[in-house]
């Protein structure tokens, strides 16, 4: 049976205020699973600080397609 590698992180919340450390924290999680060869990520909690109300206008079109 094959093993599978999980890189798990949680809470990011994006803001206005926390935007640059949070892109850098991210980056950090991906490329180091990359590096780990990683075969799934779990980004579990809240990804931003507010609630994002229209998915199609905040940056992550694919997202409304699949009904997130």
Not at 31 to 41: A, H, I, N, Y
Not at 49 to 68: E, Q
Request: charged letters at 25%.
């Amino acid at each position: 049976m094959k093993s599978i590698k999980i890189a798990a992180t949680a809470d990011i919340h994006f803001s206005r205020e926390n935007q640059d450390k949070a892109i850098y924290s991210l980056e950090a999680f991906l490329t180091k699973g990359g590096e780990e060869k990683v075969d799934l990520f779990s980004i579990a909690g809240d990804l931003f600080d507010k609630a994002v109300n229209n998915t199609a206008n905040s940056g992550f079109p694919h997202l409304s397609l699949i009904h997130i």
